[in-house]
């Protein structure tokens, strides 16, 4: 992390060409999330052993929690083998958050929902349950459900429903 650190030391002072900036900011569940991005094709010599890398992106998160005003800040990095002409700082930065929108619907579900870290099944068992699960946490997304725990306390109570949203009618 410190040559990534070493790349944006001077972005504030001034950008060199080629480097690129942007801000937004979304206000979701009671918070305000400012998200800063700055991208930069200026690689120190450790990273150009990266294979196809071409810039370097740093993100930076600022969530404040509106009732109480409470702060919270992190700093993530990464390379990347976009280059400037193909995607700026903005581009980079939505991939960056939309990637963890991803992650965290589909982990989430798996983990509070499903129980799926307390799991005491190993081996292929493991692979299989954990295979079944991810493609009903698909199936729910791709269908709309915005109330999963509510879906699959359904199931449980009826295992019917859960057949007929899998498209098998049983009689």
């Known amino acids: 992390m410190a040559w990534a650190e070493e790349v944006f030391r001077g ?7 080629g480097e690129t900036e942007a801000t937004w900011w979304v206000e979701r569940d009671g918070e305000v999330w400012t998200y800063r991005v700055l991208a930069s094709p200026y690689l120190p010599e ?15 998160r600022e969530v404040v929690r509106k009732g109480t005003g409470e702060v919270r800040r992190t700093v993530s990095h990464a390379l990347t083998s976009l ?18 929108g991803i992650e965290n619907a589909s982990f989430w579900v798996r983990d509070v929902l499903f129980r799926e870290d307390g799991s005491q099944v190993r081996g292929v068992g493991a692979e299989v349950l954990a295979a079944l699960r ?12 915005r109330g999963k725990k509510a879906a699959l306390e359904a199931f449980s109570f009826n295992p019917l429903s859960a057949l007929r949203f899998l498209g098998l009618y049983a009689t």
């Open 11 to 17: 972005v504030a002072a001034k950008r060199l060409p």
């Open 134 to 145: 991810a493609f009903l946490v698909s199936l729910l997304h791709l269908r709309g459900v």
């Open 83 to 100: 280059g400037p002409l193909e995607a700026d700082a903005l581009v980079l930065g939505r991939l960056m958050v939309g990637r963890w």
């Open 46 to 60: 450790e990273m150009r052993a990266f294979p196809h890398a071409q810039q370097v992106v740093r993100l930076e």
